[in-house]
């Protein structure tokens, strides 16, 4: 099967035609400033060079329109016809309590979507409006959702519940869902196959660190805890976010900088985490680690910040498994950061967690990067949610 995945935000929109029998992308891209002067899409078909075209894109259905025709194009196309698209994978940020899986869409489907917008505002709408484009442009063809939040589901109400009067949740739904679930499931999945052992009978500590980042402890192939919550600010310290705080800062901080909650939402969203601790320097861990290597006071303050942070979430799913089997790095930082893996596994060592340090200057490749006799694996695991999304089309459709 063929089977194109998008990924919709509220101005771009990134995909990839994927082959499902062989697993190989055969072109992927990105529609940039949808909506907004100066669109542009970025298309690169398997083994060939990026093709950059300037275009105006009123909308989403446009943006899709030049994907097909991308994907179709006579001379760089991969296709020959849009009906070789046999089934759309899209991802959706939140399902909200709704879905615990992926689904196939129709039209309840969408209503529930878009139900769930107030959880996640400015992203299932965007998703939906793919949706729609999709449904449009390829009439017929089997759609499919494949939920951010749905792998972490399974958390018990003891782990998804926050400390807050009980009536916040049943009026509003106020919980931690968690996010980067197609993440999660892929890498701790990917994890037990590495070891050659079975996911049902593992304790497994995912670290999705990428720009925005997530850690998630897996028992027995299920998801019991995750650190972000109601929204992707919880939990660790991220590239721009600030991860966890004391909820009073919001109101100190708004009084001293005269700002609304808004204002303080934005900063903590924007202009916080390492990019925030390093004084505005960079938000991108390969400057941090230059900065670093030069022995700039600013670089090195973020990211022990940042490492520790990390080690805590370790250190406390550990806990909430009451033991662990294998901790696996992804995402961004998390396969490409030796110097990040290196540090926070130096807080592990209660835990039985030994390094092999040429083993851990491995980047972006799948690697067991704890010694032999490390009572915990630790491991380099790559992401591919485009991958996890395509497979989960497959299965439904
Ligand atoms: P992601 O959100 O998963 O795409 O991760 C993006 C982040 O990964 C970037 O902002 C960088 O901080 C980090 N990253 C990417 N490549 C490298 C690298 N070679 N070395 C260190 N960090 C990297």
Redesign the pocket.
Known sequence: MKVLVINCGSSSLKFQLIDSDSEQVLAKGLCERIGIDGSQIVYTPAGGDKITTVSPMEDHTVAIKMVIDALTDQEHGVIKDLKEIDAVGHRVVHGGEKFSGSVVIDSDVKDAIKDCSDLAPLHNPANLIGIDACEKLMPGVPQVAVFDTAFHQTMPEKAYLYGLPYEYYEKYKVRRYGFHGTSHSFVSARTAEILGRDKKDLKIIVAHL???ASLSAVKNGECVDTSMGLTPLEGVIM?TRSGDLDPAIVQFIAARENLSIDGVLDVLNKKSGVFGLSGGFS????DL?AGIAKGDAACIRAVETYCLRVAKYIGAYAAAMNGVDAIAFT???GE??PMVRGKVCEYLGYIGVSIDDAANQV?GDEKIISTADSAVKVLVVPTNEELAICRETVALV
Do not use: I, L, P, T
């Open positions: 990428g720009n925005g590239g938000s991108d861990f390969r680690e995402a961004g930082v490409n950061g980047r």
